[in-house]
Each structure stands twice: as C-alpha cells, then as structure tokens.
C-alpha cells in the first residue's frame, strides 16, 4: 500500500463514475459503495466533480490532481460572414471597441423572455419603463458607461436561420439554464449551435430562488457537455441569476462586458457601412419596416441601402425607444423606413451611392441566387475526399441521433476513433431522437451531415433537407454506419445507383444494314427512348441483352430522343439478335443515397 500512496492522477473537473474507475483501476462497484458510504447515491453513468472524486481517490491511495483544463478551439463552420471580411480588410490601426451584441438562447420554460425583460427594465428609469411600445428586435443597455446589445429574437431556430443565411449576428451567446431543471434536449441543442457558430457562451443559471434549485447537478451537465464552469478549471462563466426576482442581472452584465475585452470585438465607425436586418415588418401606415444592426461604418437619415433583394433611400429611423436618430453606429439596432420591400431576417444590407448601383447588385444576387438553386449539391460522403484534396474542405462535420443513449454512445466512440486521421470528424451535436427539422438547420448552417441509427427522419425535416441540400444517412447497423465514414476518410467511398425505366419501345421489324449488323424498327410506347441511355431487350420473360445504344434514328435524321407514339430506327451495341416482337426497355442510372 506504501507504493500506490505515492501515485499521483490527474482528473478532470468532472468525470463520471465508469471513467473514475477505470483511471485508478478499480471495480466501480466499489466506487459506487464509497460514495453511498459518503451520502451519496450514485449509478455507474452518473458524473462526480473533482473534489468528490479526489476525497474518494485518496482512500484508494492516490493522490488526485485537477488536469489542466485544455482550450479547445472551436472550428469555424461554413463560410465567414461577409461583414466580419468588411472589417478584416479594414486598416487595424483605426478599429476601436464597439458594443457586444448578445443572443440568448436556452430551453423553453428556462426563463429566456423572462431574463430580457429584467435586464430591459433594469436599465430603463422609472419614468420611462411604459415608453418603450416600439418593439424592433433589439435594444442597448448601458452598465458603468458602457453599451451592450441584445438580440431580442430568443430561440436557437432564429439564430441558426441568421448563421444559414451567412449571418451569425451575436458575438456573444447567453445560455438560460434552470437550476432547478437543469440541462434539456434544448439546452443541449442550443450549445450545439452555439459552438458551432463558434460565439463565447455564457450560462445563466437561472431560478436559483426556487426551494428545489440544484446548482451543482446543473454544473455537473454542463461539464458533460463540454462547458466546463470556471470555478472547476474551465473557461465557462456560469453566473447564478433569478430573472424574476431581478437579482444577479448585474453580475450577469459585468460578466458580457468581461467576455467582450477578451474576444476581438472592434469595428470602424468611418469605414463601409455594412451590418445585418434583425427582422423586417409591413406597416400599414409606413409601408415596410426594418430593424436593422449596423456591424461597420455608420447609418446615416438619406443613405442608398440595399437589403438583400430590397433597397431604397432610407428616409427615417428610430431608435429601440421609438425616438428619431440621424445616425448610427456600430452594434447599434435602428428600425428604417424607406425599403421598396420587405428583406428577409439574416440578410446583410450594405450602402451604396446611387439607386443605379443599388439595382445592379440586386439584379447580380438574383441571378446568383437562381445559379445555386439550380447547381445545388448535397454535401455528401461521396464528395468529401474530393473537396478535402482540393483542399476545400479539412473537417467532416456530423449531426448524430440515435435511437437510445446506449446506441449512441458506442457510436460516438466508434467516430472519434475515425477523426484521428487527416480530416477531423466533428460532432457537432448527438442525441437521441428522430431527425427534427432543428437538425437540418443546424446541418445547413454548418454544412454538415445527418447520420441517423435506428431513427426515422419525420415528413418536414425531409423537405427541409431536400430544399437546403443537406443529406441525411439512415443506419440500422452500426459498423456499417462506421464502415461508410472510414471509407469517405479515405476516399473510397462509391455512389449507390439505382435504375429509373424512362422509357419502353416495341420491335416492328428488323432491318439489315449494307456494312452489316441489325436495326430494329420501333414504336415507343411508352416515356422517351434516349441515345445516350441504357437499354435492356426483353423477349417474353427473359432479358436478352443489357448494354448501350448505338444508334438512334428517326427517318434517316440521327436524333438524340424519341417520345411516345413515334417510330424510329434503334440499334443495338455489339448485338444483332433482334426479333419482332421483342420489347426494349431504356433506362437510366441515377445516384442515390444509402440510408
């Protein structure tokens, strides 16, 4: 025993009881009979902090350390927003601070609507608390002279649609976590997004005043889901709030302003003008609305702006207390009037100097925007290794659900065994559960892929996929699930085809030709028989011949398709036993996913 006293472990700030276990070999079962032994009442999945551990590390004869928590970097998925290449283009020397702008996310009934309206009326005196009747989305507060933006669009299906459309609004991501609940499919979606989208987070572990409340459990989840609270040796601020009883929204605020020297929030208030539309209203009396967030440069009463497919001259704004301004600067939320239409939420506006110019740049988005409807592709398995050799694409980002935790698990492990090679696999999220249309945006956000065991993909996230072009994989076995990304990690991969029959003709006659060889003489009965597709010649039951056309003639003018009801002349690749009456089947091969 005098040897193991002088072991030393390192252990992370949270560890479940199976991995404790296994770090100082020894049964979990004993594990689980020490902590009972202590008060506390654990199963073998169940996660314990480093201080519970190390108590119960000692009485093993180890001397537990807390591990050096690593600073995982996020990878940037899918494309920079345009407004942050406008400011890295922009001299460094003349950027100065702006105001963090902020989103809060969360699951629902955690207390996100409730949290904005404490911190909106906090900060409002009291003299002005029934004035604001204009809701435009967003608004500022202002803590120890210093100005912070929120998003007031709470909900991670709002976020994400800014991040698809090339957005990502937020610098900074607030996530509302119910003490007394604790973490929640939503929660874990939310992060999931947020860290995808690659924004700092910070939770506010709200409800605290509630007599049930658990902090420490709620910690625990957290640290599971990679949040690792500071207080552990993570880089998470976890701050304990109560949005109704209004207290901790200080905290809550010095906490954003602390994130926001750390992260490189900057702009040039004289520089382009560009930023994003928060949302965007018809008005009855003032025609369309739009509540805009300047990200560079300045907003100025009688600047061209173009929003999206929308533009116009703007000839009012407003700030979010409903009052006229003649400008605006960086990370400052207006609601203009002056735009012919309505642009989408997520759209990037930009100002130009004459409505000509205004045109032209929308007529060149529509026509861009018609080319990759017609051109889009799914980001597939197939195409990874070729775009990873192009040098497109270094990383496979995956959405996992499964049928049951015990399924995803195993499969989870079975990945970050993959990602060990050249192009990294990133989960980016994994739960169980079937494919919600909250997957797909999420997928197409980040282009990423769904990979689905033992799950189904309900009606509305399939249409969604189709119209966003994300591809989702179904599994009922798991190593085929792994074998299908080992072999995509190694380019080996080969598309799936399936036939579709397009088209069927009946022999009339057969005709011999001067240089030799056979012609059929067909009528099409049915779909169109192409020169460039493959045929199949049925005679009764039996399959005669599969191969190609060789010719194709209708008259004597050669011709590439012939449809239902016309006659022409049909040769056959390297096969000259035709008889009337046989049946020829044209069919083409076309790539489908496996599932």
Excluded at 186 to 197: F, G, R, S, W, Y
Aim: glycine share 8%.
């Amino acid at each position: 025993m005098s040897d193991q006293k002088s072991k030393k472990i390192e252990l992370p700030a949270v560890i479940t009881v199976r991995d404790f276990a296994q770090k100082i070999d020894v049964s979990a079962i004993n594990i689980i009979r020490k902590l009972m032994e202590n008060g506390m009442m654990v199963t073998i999945n169940q996660s314990i902090d480093f201080d519970t551990a190390a108590i119960v590390a000692a009485e093993m004869g180890y001397d537990a350390v807390l591990e050096k928590a690593e600073v995982v970097e996020e990878k940037e998925t899918g494309e920079v927003p345009m407004w942050r290449k406008v400011i890295a283009k922009e001299d460094q020397a003349v950027l100065t601070p702006r105001p963090p702008v902020v989103t809060i996310l969360g699951h629902v009934d955690h207390g996100k609507t409730t949290l904005l309206d404490a911190i909106r009326n906090a900060n409002v005196a009291a003299g002005e608390a029934g004035g604001i009747t204009q809701h435009i989305g967003a608004y500022q507060v202002e803590l120890k002279g210093r100005q912070i933006t929120f998003l007031d669009t709470p909900g991670h299906a709002a976020f994400t649609a800014m991040r698809a459309r090339g957005a990502q609004g937020a610098d900074i991501v607030v996530l509302v976590v119910a003490a007394d609940d604790g973490v929640m499919p939503q929660t874990k979606e939310a992060i999931a997004h947020a860290k995808a989208a690659r924004v700092p987070i910070i939770v506010a572990l709200n409800k605290i005043d509630k007599a049930n409340s658990n902090p420490d459990r709620v910690k625990q989840q957290l640290g599971e889901n990679g949040l690792v609270p500071d207080e552990w040796g993570g880089n998470t601020f976890v701050v304990p709030i109560s949005a109704k009883q209004r207290q901790g929204i200080e905290d809550l605020l010095e906490t954003i302003l602390l994130v926001a020297d750390n992260t490189d929030i900057r702009a040039n208030s004289k520089g382009a003008v560009i930023g994003t539309v928060i949302e965007a209203e018809l008005d009855k009396s003032k025609g369309p609305v739009a509540t805009l967030l300047v990200q560079n440069g300045t907003l100025k009463v009688g600047d061209i702006v173009v929003a999206g497919v929308a533009y116009g001259r703007l000839r009012a704004q407003f700030d979010f207390r409903g009052r006229p301004v003649q400008k605006a600067g960086p990370s400052v939320p207006v609601s203009v009037m002056g735009l012919n239409e309505l642009p989408s939420a997520g759209d990037l506006f930009q100002v130009v100097s004459t409505e000509k110019e205004a045109r032209q740049i929308i007529l060149e988005r529509q026509e861009a925007a018609k080319q990759q409807a017609s051109a889009q592709k799914k980001m597939t398995l197939e195409e990874l290794f070729s775009r990873y050799k192009s040098g497109e694409a270094k990383e496979l980002n995956l959405i996992l659900k499964a049928d049951v935790q015990g399924s995803l698990e195993p499969i989870l492990g079975e990945i970050n065994h993959l990602g060990a090679g050249e192009i990294k696999v990133n989960v980016l999220y994994a739960e169980t559960g079937n494919v919600s249309e909250n997957d797909v945006m999420l997928a197409s956000a980040s282009q990423a892929i769904i990979v689905g065991f033992s799950v189904q993909a309900d009606v509305a996230a399939r249409r969604l996929a189709e119209a966003e072009g994300v591809s989702i994989r179904l599994y009922d076995i798991i190593y085929r699930l792994t074998e299908d990304l080992e072999k995509a990690l190694k380019g080996m991969l080969q598309p799936e085809f399936s036939e579709k029959v397009i088209g069927k003709a009946s022999v009339l006659a057969v005709f011999n030709l001067s240089k030799g060889g056979k012609v059929a003489g067909c009528r099409v009965t049915e779909g169109e028989v192409r020169r460039n597709a493959k045929v199949r010649l049925l005679r009764g039951k039996d399959i005669v011949y599969v191969g190609d056309v060789a010719s194709l003639k209708h008259e004597k003018e050669d011709v590439r398709e012939m449809r239902t009801g016309f006659e022409c002349g049909l040769g056959l690749k390297n096969f000259n036993d035709i008889q009337v009456g046989d049946l020829i089947e044209c069919y083409v091969l076309e790539k489908t996913e496996k599932e």
